[in-house]
């Protein structure tokens, strides 16, 4: 298998891909130039989930790099890049604001159970049962001012999604997802990554060997048979991820509908009785991505405050725009959130701006703060939720998933 080379900034120098991306719209093509035809589209199809795999086994080597890169890199964002076929309102910078789907292909069908299966309670306002979630969620009931959260009409499946590692995925996935199940969210995170961080954090059990996503991935597993109840949280579900999902990017390659797999799978789980799921995806834009991004409406990116944080922003959009007009027409990047902000630097906040600046409302108002007890909560097996609910970073994830429960709530209304 070639190695697509990864020069600098992680764009992988690929001229066949470069060029496919930025041949202008002609007759017959879709807007990113694609062929539209079905055979024609299939063979781009191809091509392009073969060039996906290639960049997710390439190393990815940022090197130096200066704000002017950074400027660069978004004015070379299309603005336009959020638009889809979703209902949601439109917000100034052109991107597609949709704070929840209408439908998510979650319907009650058959759940497949097994023994094993964790069931979901369909009571909206269990109440943690341990010391620990009682005094996090006492603390963070009595930040938000003691009023109960909105939750969505119907089940959110967001994708979290970034293909550089380390920007704050897997943390902002487990510390939502902790946040809306203390505010009487039923919530289910479904950890993507072989390394396994968000099963780690919210201390599921994952190692080889356990049912885990792989099995529903590669053998066709019913997602209701490989959930685990997160200890200490009556209302928080983590479906878990072993060193064994590194191989389905492989094995995935010769199944059929390898890209769809997740999203089939998740329309026979009868979701009913959750209000959000949590794709936490791995740093790649592979198939494992792609599965996530099949299988949901909304993409939530989450940008670190720092240098290099905006340069993959384009392949991701243009990943996003793939997918949509070739496998998911309802998906649109619904919510940006900044991570690791550290509010010593003016480049944080010079990064904050432009994204504030380029993505008009689809950026969260509240930003992550750097924060020890955030990095130091996942060795605990904890989100910083509980292990430090008075901390900066507990604050700081509280706001954010407050604005998402409230966004459910604005686009219900509307
Ligand atoms: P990703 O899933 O995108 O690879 P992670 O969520 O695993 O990123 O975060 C990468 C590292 O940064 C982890 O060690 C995590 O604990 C740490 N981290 C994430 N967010 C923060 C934050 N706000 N402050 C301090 N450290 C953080
Ligand atoms: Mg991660």
Redesign the pocket.
Known sequence: MEVVSVAGLGWPEHRRVRTALRRPAAKGQTGLGWPAGSESSAAADEAWLAELACQSLAPGAPDGAVPMRVRRALASVPRETGQSAVAGASVPGGMHVVARADSVGVAGVGTGESEVEVAIPAGPDAVADTPIARAAQAAVVARSGGAPWPRPPSCRVITIA?Q?????????AVNLAASLAMHGSRVLVVDL?PQG?ASTALDIEHHSGVPSVYNVLVDDAPIGSVVQQVAGFQQLYCVPAAIDLAGAEIELVPLVARESRLARSLAGYDASHLDYIFL?CP?SLGLLTVNALVAAPEVLI?IQCEYYALEGLEQLLRTVDLVRSHLNPALAVTTILL??YDGRTRLASQVADEVREHFGAVVLGSV?????R??EA?SYGQSVMTYDPGST?AIAYLEAARELAQRSAAAAAG
């Open positions: 970034n550089k590692g380390g920007v704050g995925k897997t943390t902002t990554d961080n936490d740093p989450p991570t690791m992550i703060p750097r924060s020890v955030v990095s996942p970073g």
